[in-house]
């Protein structure tokens, strides 16, 4: 199997760099490493779930990601007016209830996506710039951070999905 960064999913971060290229750098890390998660599965492996009565899959964990990069990102920072990709009323968690192995590479395609305008939206925005969500500002910074977390949380969740479908662990 190749490395992640063989592949281009994920690329270490400087040591040594200034604030906003250390956050690009490891938010497009914790990116990179989510993709590294699904590689070489199939469908049916990228929509496997944990374990009863979980529906937490690789898969779902993709279209979350998706769903919150589009949030935070385009929604709050740049007010976008956006409507759900997955979730509606009355199924809130789609992102997850609703995986299909036969959409996986279109899911993850639109990942990648959105993933590569959120990178542009952010791109437009200082570190102190704000945008809002349910009546708070939030600046582009926590944006970050909070983004940063939510994949470190997530990556878990994937790493140990992963070992359980084929037993492959990686840091």
């Not at 935070?72 to 997955?86: H, I, N, S, V």
């Not at 878990?156 to 999905?161: F, M, R, T, Y």
Request: hydrophobic fraction near 35%; include cysteine.
């Amino acid at each position: 199997m190749t490395t992640p960064e063989e592949a281009g999913f994920r690329i270490d971060p400087p040591l040594v760099a200034d604030e906003r290229t250390m956050l690009d750098a490891w938010l497009d890390f914790h990116r990179g490493t989510l993709l590294w998660k699904c590689e070489d599965l199939t469908p049916d492996e990228l929509v496997r779930r944990s374990a009863d009565p979980s529906t937490l899959s690789l898969l779902g964990l993709v279209r979350h990601m998706t769903q919150v990069e589009r949030g935070w990102f385009r929604a709050c920072l740049a007010g976008e007016d956006l409507t759900p990709l997955y979730s509606r009323q009355g199924a809130e968690d789609a992102d997850f209830d609703e995986t299909d192995p036969l959409q996986g590479e279109a899911d993850i395609a639109a990942y990648g996506a959105e993933v590569a305008r959120c990178r542009e939206v952010g791109a437009g925005f200082e570190l102190d710039d704000c945008g809002t969500r349910r009546g708070e500002a939030f600046s582009l910074r926590w944006i970050y951070l909070h983004m940063i977390e939510e994949y470190a949380r997530h990556n878990g969740h994937a790493d140990i999905l992963r070992e359980r479908i084929d037993g492959n662990v990686g840091d």
